[in-house]
């Protein structure tokens, strides 16, 4: 069992930065894959972005050169740093664990989440 634990968003006025943090609990995290997706009402959740075990990445291409996603595996921790934001980026964050294959967009091949973190950025 996988514990996801997020935190760091909050309310930031557009082209600000805010880094998110998911702790992640359990002796494996090291061979995980983890993700960041976000959602916003009514919507259906979205890929922000992906670390491999082995640390590839892989990011929407409208958050490319905006956000960054890394991971110490030392401190079970994998971040989201988000850059240059903007009124849309506005949304609830998750944080995800991939313990099998299949794609990293597609949300239900993610076995493990967090309950999320509200990122509202203001125009």
């Known amino acids: 069992q996988v514990q996801l634990l997020e935190s760091g968003g909050g309310l930031v006025q557009a082209g600000g930065s805010l880094r998110l943090f998911c702790a992640a609990s359990?002796?494996?995290?090291?061979?995980?894959?983890m993700g960041w997706f976000r959602q916003t009402p009514g919507k259906e959740r979205e890929f922000v972005a992906a670390?491999?075990?082995?640390?590839?990445?892989l990011y929407t291409n409208s958050m490319k050169g905006r956000f960054t996603i890394s991971r110490d595996n030392a401190k079970s921790t994998v971040y989201l740093q988000m850059n240059s934001l903007k009124p849309e980026d506005t949304a609830v964050y998750y944080c995800a664990a991939k313990t099998g294959g299949g794609s990293y967009y597609t949300s239900s091949n993610y076995d493990y989440w967090g309950q999320g973190t509200q990122v509202t950025v203001s125009s």
């Open positions: 359990g002796r494996t995290f090291s061979t995980y894959s």
């Open positions: 670390i491999s075990w082995i640390g590839s990445t």
